[in-house]
T-cell receptor, first 110, second 113 residues
């Protein structure tokens, strides 16, 4: 079975401070990992996927298969980063459906 | 930019009534999904649909639920006899193929009273 855990429900940081959102997963096969973001009153949208290895809006995430983690990081948080962040996993073996973590609300204070 | 569109944005219904939630996926997409999020809980997979049939469904997706793609553009989720515990935000998603990202609609908030 697929499982995604985001241990922090809320992260509050000051503007310019680093932010790291933790994500751990359990899956026996070869998963694909994603970070989705939901800004206030907007739809869920893809932020990052591990296979693309991009940096989007200053965010990066590295898949660590040994620790089964996919933590999201940004060195200098901005107020516009305040949003709900969801880590998600999918795999071809599981029909490409997304399994989501519980989400972390990030609040960036001025 | 093309978007997944869901209607209505909010639906209130009485327990035991049937509801149909509507979604218009992005036009060239082939894979369609419904997810739901009960207030304060995780976003949960309900069902995936490809090639005019259900490809996978979760335990939540019991006989009270059904999906249809009646006219090649709409993708609907029907709940035959709603229960209080069906109250949730329902999200539709679509993707062009199995390797591309899923695009989500803005959601329909279903309230069963």
């Amino acid at each position: 079975a697929q499982r995604v855990t985001q241990p922090e429900k809320l992260l509050s940081v000051f503007k310019g401070a680093p932010v790291e959102l933790k994500c751990n997963y359990s899956y026996s096969g070869s998963p694909e990992l994603f970070w989705y973001v939901q800004y206030s009153r907007q739809r869920l949208q893809l932020l990052l996927r591990h296979i693309s290895r991009e940096s989007i809006k200053g965010f990066t995430a590295d898949l660590n298969k040994g620790e089964t983690s996919f933590h999201l990081k940004k060195p200098f948080a901005q107020e516009e980063d305040s949003a709900m962040y969801y880590c998600a996993l999918s795999s071809k073996a599981a029909g490409n459906k997304l399994t989501f973590g519980g989400g972390t609300r990030v609040l960036v204070k001025p | 930019e093309p978007e997944v569109t869901q209607t209505p944005s909010h639906q209130v219904t009485q327990m035991g009534q049937e509801v149909i939630l509507r979604c218009v996926p992005i036009s060239n997409h082939l894979y369609f999904y419904w997810y739901r999020q009960i207030l304060g809980q995780k976003v949960e997979f309900l069902v995936s649909f490809y090639n005019n049939e259900i490809s996978e469904k979760s335990e939540i997706f019991d006989d009270q639920f059904s999906v249809e793609r009646p006219d090649g553009s709409n993708f609907t989720l029907k709940i035959r006899s709603t229960k209080l515990e069906d109250s949730a935000m329902y999200f539709c998603a679509s993707r062009a193929d199995a390797n591309t990202e899923a695009f989500f609609g803005q959601g329909t908030r279903l309230t069963v009273v």
